[in-house]
Protein backbone atom coordinates (compact mmCIF):
# COMPACT_ATOMS: atom_id res chain seq x y z
CA UNK A 1 0.00 0.00 0.00
CA UNK A 2 1.28 3.75 -0.69
CA UNK A 3 0.16 6.46 0.41
CA UNK A 4 -1.04 9.53 -1.45
CA UNK A 5 -2.14 12.85 0.33
CA UNK A 6 -2.95 16.03 -0.90
CA UNK A 7 -4.87 19.45 0.43
CA UNK A 8 -8.28 20.58 -1.16
CA UNK A 9 -8.29 24.50 -1.98
CA UNK A 10 -9.86 26.20 0.21
CA UNK A 11 -12.34 27.75 -2.59
CA UNK A 12 -13.25 24.17 -3.64
CA UNK A 13 -16.68 23.88 -4.68
CA UNK A 14 -19.07 21.08 -3.78
CA UNK A 15 -18.99 17.91 -5.07
CA UNK A 16 -17.98 14.28 -4.64
CA UNK A 17 -14.83 13.38 -3.45
CA UNK A 18 -13.54 10.62 -5.95
CA UNK A 19 -13.76 12.68 -9.20
CA UNK A 20 -11.60 15.63 -6.96
CA UNK A 21 -9.03 12.40 -5.97
CA UNK A 22 -8.56 11.60 -9.17
CA UNK A 23 -7.82 14.97 -10.90
CA UNK A 24 -5.28 15.27 -7.89
CA UNK A 25 -3.86 12.15 -8.53
CA UNK A 26 -3.72 11.34 -12.26
CA UNK A 27 -0.63 8.50 -11.55
CA UNK A 28 -3.10 6.77 -9.23
CA UNK A 29 -5.56 4.60 -11.80
CA UNK A 30 -9.17 5.11 -11.23
CA UNK A 31 -9.68 1.14 -10.40
CA UNK A 32 -7.18 1.42 -7.10
CA UNK A 33 -9.11 4.91 -6.24
CA UNK A 34 -12.09 3.54 -6.38
CA UNK A 35 -10.91 0.05 -4.31
CA UNK A 36 -9.73 2.37 -1.78
CA UNK A 37 -12.73 4.70 -1.46
CA UNK A 38 -14.81 1.20 -1.00
CA UNK A 39 -12.08 -0.09 1.55
CA UNK A 40 -12.61 3.13 3.36
CA UNK A 41 -8.93 3.20 3.18
CA UNK A 42 -9.62 7.23 2.39
CA UNK A 43 -9.15 9.95 5.05
CA UNK A 44 -10.49 13.30 5.84
CA UNK A 45 -8.81 15.39 8.38
CA UNK A 46 -8.32 11.97 10.12
CA UNK A 47 -11.54 10.51 9.73
CA UNK A 48 -12.30 7.56 7.71
CA UNK A 49 -14.69 7.97 4.65
CA UNK A 50 -16.40 6.12 1.94
CA UNK A 51 -17.53 6.21 -1.65
CA UNK A 52 -20.23 8.86 -0.73
CA UNK A 53 -17.50 11.26 0.58
CA UNK A 54 -18.00 14.77 -0.12
CA UNK A 55 -15.58 17.70 -0.73
CA UNK A 56 -15.05 19.83 2.32
CA UNK A 57 -12.66 23.12 1.29
CA UNK A 58 -9.40 22.98 2.76
CA UNK A 59 -9.32 19.66 4.39
CA UNK A 60 -6.28 17.23 4.30
CA UNK A 61 -6.95 14.08 2.43
CA UNK A 62 -4.83 11.13 3.44
CA UNK A 63 -5.28 7.85 0.77
CA UNK A 64 -4.16 4.58 0.99
CA UNK A 65 -4.03 2.46 -2.18
CA UNK A 66 -2.09 -0.65 -4.04
CA UNK A 67 0.25 1.23 -6.19
CA UNK A 68 0.53 -0.12 -10.00
CA UNK A 69 2.82 -0.15 -12.39
CA UNK A 70 1.78 2.93 -14.30
CA UNK A 71 3.43 6.20 -15.99
CA UNK A 72 2.15 9.53 -14.88
CA UNK A 73 -0.35 11.16 -16.88
CA UNK A 74 0.60 10.82 -20.68
CA UNK A 75 0.59 13.96 -22.92
CA UNK A 76 1.52 13.32 -26.06
CA UNK A 77 3.81 15.91 -27.65
CA UNK A 78 3.19 16.73 -31.11
CA UNK A 79 5.98 19.56 -31.79
CA UNK A 80 8.82 20.81 -29.83
CA UNK A 81 11.91 23.01 -30.78
CA UNK A 82 13.60 26.05 -28.76
CA UNK A 83 10.93 28.40 -29.11
CA UNK A 84 6.68 26.27 -28.60
CA UNK A 85 5.83 22.93 -27.62
CA UNK A 86 3.01 21.61 -29.22
CA UNK A 87 0.87 19.12 -27.25
CA UNK A 88 -2.44 16.96 -27.24
CA UNK A 89 -3.86 17.51 -24.06
CA UNK A 90 -6.31 14.86 -22.60
CA UNK A 91 -9.82 15.39 -22.28
CA UNK A 92 -10.17 15.92 -18.05
CA UNK A 93 -6.76 18.34 -17.82
CA UNK A 94 -7.36 21.96 -16.96
CA UNK A 95 -4.96 24.41 -18.77
CA UNK A 96 -4.47 26.50 -15.80
CA UNK A 97 -5.68 25.94 -11.99
CA UNK A 98 -9.31 25.96 -11.49
CA UNK A 99 -11.63 25.06 -8.58
CA UNK A 100 -12.21 21.48 -9.59
CA UNK A 101 -8.29 20.69 -8.29
CA UNK A 102 -5.74 18.74 -10.14
CA UNK A 103 -2.19 19.35 -11.84
CA UNK A 104 -2.60 21.85 -14.59
CA UNK A 105 -1.25 20.74 -18.12
CA UNK A 106 1.64 23.32 -17.41
CA UNK A 107 2.65 21.39 -14.38
CA UNK A 108 2.29 17.92 -16.30
CA UNK A 109 4.74 19.22 -18.99
CA UNK A 110 7.34 20.87 -16.79
CA UNK A 111 10.91 19.07 -16.97
CA UNK A 112 14.02 20.44 -15.94
CA UNK A 113 15.31 20.70 -19.23
CA UNK A 114 12.29 21.95 -20.34
CA UNK A 115 10.79 24.18 -16.82
CA UNK A 116 7.60 24.73 -17.36
CA UNK A 117 6.03 25.81 -20.67
CA UNK A 118 3.56 29.23 -20.41
CA UNK A 119 0.14 28.53 -22.59
CA UNK A 120 -0.53 30.77 -25.86
CA UNK A 121 -4.38 29.92 -25.84
CA UNK A 122 -6.78 27.65 -23.75
CA UNK A 123 -8.51 24.85 -24.02
CA UNK A 124 -11.85 23.89 -21.76
CA UNK A 125 -10.82 20.37 -18.99
CA UNK A 126 -13.32 18.23 -20.94
CA UNK A 127 -12.21 19.40 -24.33
CA UNK A 128 -9.43 17.56 -25.68
CA UNK A 129 -6.37 18.55 -28.42
CA UNK A 130 -3.82 20.40 -29.80
CA UNK A 131 -2.68 23.70 -27.42
CA UNK A 132 0.32 25.86 -28.56
CA UNK A 133 2.77 26.84 -25.47
CA UNK A 134 5.80 28.61 -25.37
CA UNK A 135 9.20 28.66 -24.14
CA UNK A 136 9.74 32.18 -23.00
CA UNK A 137 7.31 35.33 -22.06
CA UNK A 138 8.28 36.93 -25.47
CA UNK A 139 7.48 34.09 -27.54
CA UNK A 140 4.30 33.39 -25.58
CA UNK A 141 3.11 37.26 -26.36
CA UNK A 142 4.08 36.69 -30.07
CA UNK A 143 1.54 33.77 -30.04
CA UNK A 144 -0.96 35.31 -27.73
CA UNK A 145 -1.03 38.56 -30.25
CA UNK A 146 -1.35 36.40 -33.33
CA UNK A 147 -4.66 34.68 -31.98
CA UNK A 148 -6.04 37.74 -31.32
CA UNK A 149 -5.14 38.67 -34.73
CA UNK A 150 -6.50 35.81 -36.05
CA UNK A 151 -3.33 34.62 -37.72
CA UNK A 152 -3.84 31.18 -36.17
CA UNK A 153 -6.53 28.98 -37.19
CA UNK A 154 -8.14 26.22 -35.26
CA UNK A 155 -10.51 23.12 -36.65
CA UNK A 156 -11.89 20.99 -34.09
CA UNK A 157 -13.84 17.75 -34.70
CA UNK A 158 -16.83 16.67 -33.00
CA UNK A 159 -19.95 14.36 -32.85
CA UNK A 160 -23.26 15.48 -32.24
CA UNK A 161 -26.71 14.41 -32.22
CA UNK A 162 -28.64 14.24 -35.67
CA UNK A 163 -27.19 15.11 -38.85
CA UNK A 164 -27.41 18.88 -39.71
CA UNK A 165 -29.14 20.30 -42.39
CA UNK A 166 -27.72 21.64 -44.38
CA UNK A 167 -24.37 19.91 -44.52
CA UNK A 168 -22.18 22.56 -44.65
CA UNK A 169 -23.46 26.29 -43.28
CA UNK A 170 -21.98 29.50 -41.50
CA UNK A 171 -24.12 29.97 -38.52
CA UNK A 172 -24.17 33.74 -37.37
CA UNK A 173 -25.99 34.27 -33.65
CA UNK A 174 -25.43 35.76 -30.67
CA UNK A 175 -24.21 35.06 -27.34
CA UNK A 176 -24.53 36.34 -23.21
CA UNK A 177 -22.35 35.02 -20.67
CA UNK A 178 -23.46 34.48 -17.34
CA UNK A 179 -20.01 34.26 -15.76
CA UNK A 180 -21.61 33.69 -12.10
CA UNK A 181 -23.15 30.61 -13.47
CA UNK A 182 -20.25 29.12 -15.65
CA UNK A 183 -22.07 28.62 -18.95
CA UNK A 184 -23.36 30.70 -21.52
CA UNK A 185 -26.78 31.48 -23.74
CA UNK A 186 -27.07 31.43 -27.81
CA UNK A 187 -29.89 33.77 -29.09
CA UNK A 188 -31.14 35.17 -32.98
CA UNK A 189 -30.80 38.89 -32.14
CA UNK A 190 -28.42 41.29 -30.70
CA UNK A 191 -28.85 42.31 -27.28
CA UNK A 192 -27.07 44.63 -25.00
CA UNK A 193 -23.73 43.04 -24.09
CA UNK A 194 -24.50 39.56 -26.23
CA UNK A 195 -21.97 39.04 -28.58
CA UNK A 196 -21.82 37.89 -32.08
CA UNK A 197 -20.79 34.25 -32.63
CA UNK A 198 -19.52 32.70 -36.63
CA UNK A 199 -19.30 29.52 -36.46
CA UNK A 200 -18.81 27.03 -39.60
CA UNK A 201 -19.34 23.67 -39.58
CA UNK A 202 -19.42 20.25 -42.27
CA UNK A 203 -20.61 17.15 -41.72
CA UNK A 204 -17.41 14.86 -42.57
CA UNK A 205 -19.67 11.34 -41.81
CA UNK A 206 -23.22 10.69 -41.30
CA UNK A 207 -25.03 8.28 -38.91
CA UNK A 208 -27.21 8.86 -35.46
CA UNK A 209 -23.88 10.83 -34.53
CA UNK A 210 -22.64 12.61 -36.76
CA UNK A 211 -19.18 13.65 -36.79
CA UNK A 212 -18.36 17.51 -37.82
CA UNK A 213 -15.49 19.39 -38.81
CA UNK A 214 -16.35 23.03 -37.04
CA UNK A 215 -14.26 25.88 -37.28
CA UNK A 216 -14.18 29.66 -35.28
CA UNK A 217 -14.69 32.59 -37.06
CA UNK A 218 -15.16 33.73 -33.72
CA UNK A 219 -14.11 32.68 -30.32
CA UNK A 220 -15.93 32.98 -27.48
CA UNK A 221 -16.68 30.84 -24.00
CA UNK A 222 -18.51 27.53 -25.16
CA UNK A 223 -18.84 28.60 -28.39
CA UNK A 224 -19.21 25.21 -30.80
CA UNK A 225 -21.11 23.58 -27.45
CA UNK A 226 -23.58 26.32 -27.31
CA UNK A 227 -23.93 26.80 -30.97
CA UNK A 228 -24.74 23.23 -31.77
CA UNK A 229 -26.95 22.53 -28.99
CA UNK A 230 -29.01 25.91 -30.04
CA UNK A 231 -28.84 24.33 -33.50
CA UNK A 232 -30.72 21.39 -31.68
CA UNK A 233 -27.43 18.86 -32.55
CA UNK A 234 -25.90 19.06 -29.16
CA UNK A 235 -22.42 17.58 -28.57
CA UNK A 236 -22.36 14.45 -27.71
CA UNK A 237 -21.13 13.70 -23.88
CA UNK A 238 -22.42 17.37 -23.31
CA UNK A 239 -24.24 17.29 -20.11
CA UNK A 240 -24.39 21.11 -20.01
CA UNK A 241 -25.76 22.18 -22.83
CA UNK A 242 -26.54 18.77 -24.14
CA UNK A 243 -28.96 16.01 -24.04
CA UNK A 244 -28.12 13.96 -20.70
CA UNK A 245 -30.79 10.94 -21.50
CA UNK A 246 -29.17 10.78 -24.76
CA UNK A 247 -25.76 10.65 -23.75
CA UNK A 248 -26.78 7.79 -21.23
CA UNK A 249 -27.83 5.92 -23.94
CA UNK A 250 -25.13 6.12 -25.84
CA UNK A 251 -22.96 5.20 -22.21
CA UNK A 252 -20.83 8.33 -22.96
CA UNK A 253 -18.89 9.35 -19.79
CA UNK A 254 -16.75 12.07 -21.84
CA UNK A 255 -17.07 15.25 -24.12
CA UNK A 256 -16.40 14.55 -28.32
CA UNK A 257 -14.96 17.52 -28.98
CA UNK A 258 -11.60 17.47 -30.14
CA UNK A 259 -9.18 20.95 -31.76
CA UNK A 260 -7.53 18.67 -33.77
CA UNK A 261 -5.70 20.79 -36.40
CA UNK A 262 -3.36 24.06 -36.28
CA UNK A 263 -2.05 26.11 -38.86
CA UNK A 264 -0.50 29.25 -39.24
CA UNK A 265 -0.18 32.25 -40.70
CA UNK A 266 2.48 34.60 -38.91
CA UNK A 267 4.85 37.37 -39.93
CA UNK A 268 7.95 38.07 -38.60
CA UNK A 269 10.15 35.64 -36.19
CA UNK A 270 7.96 33.32 -35.93
CA UNK A 271 7.00 32.43 -39.69
CA UNK A 272 8.84 29.78 -39.91
CA UNK A 273 5.51 27.71 -38.18
CA UNK A 274 3.68 28.99 -41.26
CA UNK A 275 5.36 25.38 -42.97
CA UNK A 276 4.12 23.48 -40.33
CA UNK A 277 0.47 22.10 -40.38
CA UNK A 278 -0.25 20.36 -36.75
CA UNK A 279 -3.08 17.86 -36.26
CA UNK A 280 -3.82 14.78 -34.03
CA UNK A 281 -6.67 11.90 -33.99
CA UNK A 282 -9.23 12.39 -31.84
CA UNK A 283 -10.05 9.60 -29.27
CA UNK A 284 -13.33 9.16 -29.87
Avoid at 35 to 47: L, P, S
Avoid at 72 to 84: G, L, S, T
Avoid at 94 to 103: L, M, V
Avoid at 225 to 252: E, I, S
Wanted: glycine content about 6%; overall charge positive.
Amino acid sequence: MKLYTFQISPNARPGRLLPLAGRMLPEVPEYLLREAFRKRDVKIDGQRVGMDAEIVPGAQISIYAREAQQKAVDIPVIYEDENVLVVHKPSGVSCEADSKGGKTLTQLLQTPKRGEPLLCHRLDNPTEGLVLLAKTEDVQQLLQDAFRQHQIHKTYTCLVRGIPSPEHAVLRHYLLKDAKKARVRVISHAVPGAKEIVTEYSVIKRGECARLEVKLHTGRTHQIRAHMAFMGHPLLGDDQYGDRDFNKQNKTRKLMLCASELRFELEGQMQYLNKQIFSCKPSF
